[in-house]
C-alpha cells in the first residue's frame, strides 16, 4: 500500500495545489512542501522497514509487492515492487522532489498553482518509472512523467524554452515509442511461446530469443534509455532542456530523468537480453568514453552557467555507461553510487546557478567574477559541489567513479585508463567554474544578497549527504547488493540458458510469433 | 422478402423513418428547437432500439444477402449514433449563431446517419454503394450548408466532384467483379474470387481507389484539408468520425468476407498506402496554422494507423480498429466540437486564435488539451490505448516497418499537437485586443465534458469496452 | 450478332471520343447523346430492352436535353446569339446525324429482320426487372428513395434563396 501511497500523494497533491490556488493564493507551493515532504516521509518509512529486514531472506531482493489486475485482458497489471535498487531511487526521488519544491519556493512567481501539479506529477512519473513491474505501467508512467516536464520547461523556462520543449519531448517521445514497439515485440514472443500473454517483468525476463530477435528488441529499449541518459550522439536535447529548464526543473531533469535511463538499462536491457547487451559492450563503452571527454571538452567551453553543468552530466553519464557494460558487481555498485551521487551533486549546482541567475540575471559565467567577497556562503556551496564534480576523494563521487573504474579495470582495463582521463578533464572544467564565478575581480555593480537561510538550508542538506556518503557509502552499497547480485546474474550465469543453449531453443519457437 | 425479420430490421426502419418524420414536423411547424429536440429524440429511440437488439442473443442473419445484422453492426451503429447525438448537440448552438434557416440541417444529418448506418452494415454491393451515396448526398449540402460562406460552398462543390468520381471508380471496380465473378454480395465474391486474373484484379484495384478517396488515404488525399476547412465545424466532425469511420468498417467486412487479403498485392498496396499516409499526413500537418487543416492532415495519418490494423488481419486487428475507431470519434468529435462551442458567428479556426485561452477558459482548454493528447496518444487517454491496440496488432503479425512508421508518425504528431497546446498556454500581452471568442453555449460545454471524461475513462479503465469489443464475433 | 454489337460499341466510341474532344460545349453534348443512344442500343442487344429503354428515355432524352437547354441559356447577351446561330448550322448537325443513322439502320435492321436475342442471352424485360426490385431487392428501392430524398432536400436548401434572375430576354440592359 506504501507503494501506491507513494506515487498517489504526489498525483493528488498536484491536484489539490492546483484546485486550492484557485481560491487561496499562494497556498500551492504549501500543498507541494506538504505532499513532498509526505513522500519524503514515505519513502524513509520505507527505507527503515527495509533495513529492519534479513536481504536474503527475500527473493530476487524485492521486499514489497503491489499488485491488482488492471487490464486483464492484455495481461496489464497494476503491479508495483520495489527492491534495492528501486529503493535507493525511490529516496533520491523523495529527496530531490522536495528540493525541487524549495528552490522553487522563492523562484516562482505566476501560475503557481499549474507549477505545482506539474512538478509534483513529474515526481510522481519519476516514482512510477521506479516502482512499476509490469512492462505497460513501466512505459505509461515513462510517458506520463514527460508531459508535465514538458509544461515545467515551455511555461516556466527562460528564453529559448519553447525549442528546448519541443526538443526535448520529441527525441524522448521517439525513444518511448521504440520502447513501445520492442516491449510489445517482446510480449508476443513471450505470449507465443508459453501461451500466457502478460507484461509482467518477472514472466517476460524468462522470454527465451534468438540472438537476432534479442538483438532487435533490445535496440527499442536501449534507444530509448540511452536518449534518456545521455549517451553521446543523443545528448543533443539535454543541453537545451537543463538550460532553459526552471531551476527546479532543472534539478530534477539532471537528478532524477537522466536515471531513469541508467535505470531502465539495469532493469530491463541487460536481464532481458544478457547475450545481445555483452555483444555491444564494448562500442558502449567507447561511446561512454568519447561522452566523457567529448562532454568535458564541451562543458569547458560552455559559457552559459547551465549548459555548462548540463555538459557536464553528459560527461558523468559516460562513466555510468562504462560501468553498466563492465558487468560486474563492483562496477554496477559504483554506478548505483554514481547515480545517487550526480543527482546531488549535479541538482544542487543547478540549484545555486539557479540562485545566481535570479539574483544577477545572466547566466553567462564571463559577467560574473570575484563573487565570493559578496557572497562566501554562496562560495563555500560552490567549492564543496565543484570539488564534488570532479570526484575528489571524500565525497560521494570519488567513490562512485572509483568503484566504476575499478568494476571496469577488471574487465576492461583500456577502457578504464581511457575513462580516467575524464577525471582530470573534469577537473579542468569544474575548477574553471569556481575561477569564473567566484573568484577575480568583481566586475558586477550591484551587490547580489547571499543565500537565504532556507536555500542555505537545502544546499547544506545535499553537501551534507555527500560528504557523509563520501566518507560511508555502505547504507548504498549494501541496499543495492541484493538486488546488482540477482540482476547480474542473468549476465553471468550460464545455468539460465548459455549463448547456445538459448539458440537451440529458438530455433523451434522463432516462428511462432509471425503471423 | 417474406423472411424479412422486421424485429433485426426495426433499428434501420426507425432511422429511416426518423428524416422523414422530421420533414413533416417541419412542414407543419418550422422551429429550429423544436426540429433540433425531434432529431435528438429520434436518435435515443434509435440508440434504445440497438440496445435491445443488443442485448437478445440472436444469430448473425443476412436481410435478402444486402444486410448483415450482427453484433460488429451493431456496435457500430450504436457508436455512429452516439456520435451523432453528440454532433447535434455541438450543431444546435453554432447553427443558432451561423444559418438563418437550420431545420433542414437536421433532415440531411438523419440521411447521412441512415446512409452510415447501411454501410456499416453491408455486405453487398448495392447496399454499399446505396449507403455511400446517401451519405455524400447528404454531405454535400451539409458542406455547403453555410451558403454565406465561400470556403463552404466551395467545399461542397470540391467534395461533390471528387466523391462523384471515386464512386465512379467505385462502381467501375465493381462491375468489373461482378463479370469476373457474376456475384454482388460479399461472400460469392469471396468464394469465386479465389483465381487471380486480370480483370479481378483491376476490379479490386478500382475499388480500392474509389475507398481511398473516401477514406482521405494518400494518394487520394488531396480533397481532405478544403473539405474540413470548408464545412461547418460540426460537419467537419461528422466527416471525420461518422462518414470515415463507417467506411472503414466496410472496407473491414468486405477484406474479411472476400478474404482478400489472400491476394498479396492488396497488401503491399495497402501497406505503401499506409505508410505515405501516416507520414506524408503527419508532415504536412507541420506547417498548417488553420486548426481545421491541421485536424485534416492530422486525420490522414490517422487513417494510416486504422489501416496498418486492418492490414494485420489477424483476430487482433479488427479488435485494434474498433477500439481505434472509439477512441477516435470521441477525441475528434471533441476537438471540432471545441472549435465549434464559442457563441459567436463563425469559428475559431486559426491556431493563433487559441492563444492564452488555458488562462481564461482553463476547464475548456483542458478537455482541448486531453482531447489532442488523446488523438496523439499519450497515455491516460483512449487514445493512447488505441494506438496501443493497434502497435500490438501491427507487432503480432510481424509488420515491424509498419509498426516502427507510426511510431516515427506520432512522433511528428507530437509536434504539431504540442504546437496547439503551446498556443493555449502561451498568454496573452495586456495590452492585445479582447479576444474574439464568444460565450460558451452551455449545453456545448456539458457535452464536451462528458466527452472529455469518457476519453479518460476509456483511457484509464479500458477494460470494459475491451471486453465489449472481444464479445463481438466478426460477421 | 456480334458484328452488330461492333458497330454499335464503334459509334459509341467515336462519338464520346468527339464529345471530350469539342471545344464547344453544345456540339459535345449533341454528341454525348450520341453516346448514350448507341450504348442503348448495346443493352438491346444484349437482350435488356427494359434498360435500353431507360437509357434513352432518362439519360438521353432528359437529362441531355436539359443541359443542352441550361448550356445554351447561360449563355447570355447580344453576342452569344450570333454564335448560337453559327453552332447550330448545318455542319454541326452532319457528324452526329451521321452515326445517329448507323444507329438507326441497326436498330431497323434488329427489329425487322433478326429480333432474337444473341446465344447464350436471356431478354430481361420491364416484369422481371419489376419482379427484382420489389422482391429481393425492395430494401435497396427504398435505399434509393431515402437518397433522392437527401438529393432533393439539399438542392431545395441550396437553391432556396431568392436570388435575382435576370434573363436575357427580361432584362436585356442589365447585362452589357
Redesign the interface.
Known sequence: MILVALISTLVLGGLLAMLLEKWVTGSAKWVGLVASLLTMSLAGSLWIQYTGIDASTVSNGVFMVFKKP?????GIEFHLEVDGLGLVMVMLTGFLGLVAVLISWSQVKH?EGFYYLNLLWTLAGIMGVFLAFDLFLF??FW??ML?PM??LI??WGSANR?YA??KF??YT??GG??M??AL??L??LNGSSTGVYSFNYWDLIKTVLTTEQSMWLMWGFLIAFLIKLPVLPLHNWLPDAHGEAPTAGSVILAGLLLKTGAYGILRFVVPFFPDASQSIAMPAMILGVCGILYGAKLAFAQTDMKRLVAYTSVSHMGFVIIGIFAFNQLAWQGVIMQLVAHGLSTGALFVLAGILYQRTGTRDIRKYGGLWATVPRMGVAGLILVLASLGLPGLANFVAEFMTLAGTFTTTPIIAIAAAIGLIAAAVYSLRIMQKVFYGQDTASEKISDLSSMETLTIATVVFLLIYLGLNPGPITRTVEPSIKQLISQVETPDKGGFSYRTQVNNKSSSN??? | ?ENIDFNLLSPLILL?VA??AT?MVIAIYRNHTVTFCLAVILLVLFLIDCFRLWSLSFDNQM?????MIDKFGLFFMILIAIGGILILFISYSYLNNNVK?AE?FY??FL??L??AV?LVSSIHF??LF??L??LS??L???I??T?EWKNSIEG?LKYLILAAGSSAFLLFGMGLIYLQTGALDFEAIGSSLEKVNLISTAGLAMMLVGIGFKLGLVPFHIWTPDIYQGAPAPVTALIASVSKGSMVVVLVRFLHTTNSQQFAWIIWTFSAMAIASMLIGSLLALKQSNLKRLLAYSSIAHLGYLLVAII???DFSVEAVTYYLVAYFISIIGAFGILSIFNSTGEIEQVSDLQGMF?TRPWLSVIFGVMF?SLVG???TAG?IGK?YV??AA????L?AL??TL??S??IG??YY?RVI?TM?TPVAKDAPKSALGQLSTMGLVVMSILGLLVIWFGVF??QL??VI?SIEVL | MIALFYIAAFVAVISTLMAITRFNAVHALIYLVVSLLSVAVIFYLLGAPFAAALEVIIYAGAIMVLLIFMVMMLHLGETSIQQEKQWLNWSVWLGPGFLSLILLVEMSYLLVVSNEPGEGLTVVDATQVGIALY??????V???A??L???I??????G??KRRVLHRFLNQEDND
Open positions: 488492471w487490464i486483464p485482458e492484455f501560475k512505459y505509461l510517458e506520463v508531459v514538458y509544461f515551455s511555461i519553447i520543449a519541443y519531448f520529441i517521445q521517439i515509442l521504440l513501445l514497439v510489445l515485440g510480449y508476443f510469433g509471425k503471423h | 422478402m429511416a428524416p422523414v420533414l436481410v435478402d444477402d444486402l444486410l434557416v433542414e433532415v440531411l440521411t447521412a441512415v446512409g447501411v448495392a447496399t446505396l449507403g451515396e446517401i448526398i447528404s454535400y449540402a451539409m455547403a450548408y451558403r461542397g494485420a488481419g489477424s488562462w493528447f499519450i497515455p491516460l493512447f496501443f502497435v500490438m507487432v503480432n503479425s510481424g515491424w509498426a516502427i511510431v516515427v506520432s512522433a507530437l509536434y504540442l503551446k498556454l479500458p477494460s475491451i471486453a472481444r | 422482391g429481393p431487392y425492395i430494401i435497396t427504398e435505399l434509393a431515402i437518397l430524398l437527401a438529393g432536400v439539399g438542392a431545395y436548401y441550396l432556396q434563396e
